[in-house]
C-alpha cells in the first residue's frame, strides 16, 4: 500500500512551471523525483482551482465542503507560504515557461535551466526537435563556464555573442567568419557576426542592445562593430580547461617561481584544443597580466604559449 505524502513548496512550484510547458505527467514525475500519481492529483487541484476562479462548480464535489469558522482576534494565515516567490515573477531576462520559448528558469532553482520539449500551447502534442534543445543546452553550457572580467551592457552583448557562436548552429556556422570589408555599416562585418547581432538586435529578451547600440552609448556601438570573433576563457565548455582557469585565478601573490612547477603540471594535463584556446583567446592574456609583472609575467606566458 503506498503512503500519501504532501508535496513540498518547491516541487508544486516545478510541477506548476513544467505543466506551463507542456511536459507529460511521466516526464513531470521523473524531473520531480515523485510518483507520477502525485503529478495527476496536482494537475486535478489545479484544474479544479482555475474552473471555482472562472465561476464553475467543480470544487462543490470535493469531500470536504465544511465552512471554515473565522478566529476573530487573530491573524488569518491560511493559504500562505514561507518565503513565497511568484512562478511568474523572476528577475530580468528570464522567461518562465512561455510558450515558444527555448528555456526558462524557476527561481526556486537559481542554477538549473528547464529546456522547453513542448514550445506550443496550441499543439500540445508538439515536441521540439532534438537539434534545437541541444543547442540551447550548449548555449547555457558556454554561460556557465564563460568567466569575464568585464562589466556592464557591452560585455553581456559579448557574452550572448560567445554562446551564440558556440552553440552550434549549422546555418550560421556555414557562414564566412572572415572581416568583409563590402558590408554596411549596420553591425559588425563578417558573415556570422552580422547574423549574431541581427539576432539580439531589437530582440525582446535583450532590450538594451538596440537603444545603447544607436545612442553608441559609452562607445557600446563601436565596440559592438569591432566584435567580430568571439574571446573567452573557456569557449569549448571543458572541464579540465574551467578548473586551469580557477588554479591560476586563485595564485596567491608572489613569485611566479614558487608556483611554476604546479603550474607547468597542470598545463601538461591539458589536450591539444585546450592549449589552443589559452594561446588564442585575448582573455587568457588579461587574466596572466592582472597578476603577474615583469619578469613572471613573461615566465607564465612563455609556460601557456601565450604570445607576448
Not at 505543466?19 to 502525485?38: D, F, L, W, Y
Not at 531589437?202 to 566584435?227: H, L
Not at 603550474?263 to 592574456?285: D, H, K, P, S, T
Request: charged share 25%.
Amino acid at each position: 500500500m503506498r503512503v500519501y505524502t504532501q508535496l513540498t513548496q518547491e516541487q508544486r512550484y516545478q510541477i506548476y512551471a513544467l505543466m506551463k510547458a507542456h511536459h507529460r505527467q511521466a516526464e513531470i514525475a521523473v524531473i520531480v523525483g515523485v510518483h507520477k500519481s502525485m503529478v495527476s492529483r496536482e494537475r486535478i487541484y489545479q484544474h479544479i482551482l482555475r474552473d471555482k476562479v472562472q465561476g464553475g462548480g467543480l470544487y462543490r464535489h470535493l469531500r470536504c465542503q465544511k465552512a471554515r469558522r473565522k478566529r476573530y482576534g487573530s491573524y488569518d494565515r491560511r493559504g500562505q507560504l514561507h518565503n513565497r516567490v511568484s512562478i511568474d515573477v523572476t528577475p530580468a531576462n528570464t522567461l518562465i515557461a512561455a510558450a515558444g520559448a527555448d528555456a526558462w528558469r524557476v527561481p526556486s532553482f537559481a542554477n538549473s535551466i528547464f529546456v522547453n520539449i513542448r514550445p506550443s500551447s496550441v499543439n500540445r502534442g508538439h515536441r521540439r526537435d532534438n537539434a534545437p534543445m541541444i543547442r540551447t543546452i550548449r548555449h547555457e553550457a558556454v554561460h556557465a563556464v564563460d568567466v569575464s572580467g568585464g562589466t556592464g551592457d557591452i560585455e553581456h552583448y559579448k557574452m550572448e555573442f560567445r554562446a551564440y557562436w558556440m552553440e552550434g548552429n549549422p546555418a550560421r556556422d556555414a557562414l564566412s567568419s572572415a572581416f568583409n570589408p563590402s558590408m554596411d555599416n549596420n553591425g559588425p562585418k563578417s558573415e556570422r557576426s552580422r547574423d549574431i547581432f541581427d539576432h539580439v538586435y531589437g530582440n525582446p529578451t535583450y532590450p538594451w542592445v538596440k537603444p545603447n547600440y544607436d545612442a553608441n552609448t559609452s562607445g557600446f556601438r563601436d565596440q559592438v562593430n569591432a566584435y567580430i570573433v568571439p574571446d573567452g576563457i573557456n569557449l569549448i565548455v571543458s572541464d579540465d580547461l574551467a578548473n586551469f582557469r580557477n588554479l591560476i585565478a586563485g595564485l596567491p601573490a608572489g613569485p611566479y617561481a614558487a608556483q611554476q612547477a604546479g603550474v607547468q603540471a597542470a598545463f601538461a594535463a591539458l589536450n591539444a584544443l585546450e592549449e589552443r584556446e589559452i594561446r588564442g583567446n585575448r582573455a587568457w592574456r588579461e587574466l596572466v597580466e592582472s597578476k603577474y609583472s615583469g619578469s613572471d609575467l613573461d615566465d607564465i606566458k612563455n609556460d601557456l604559449n601565450i604570445p607576448r
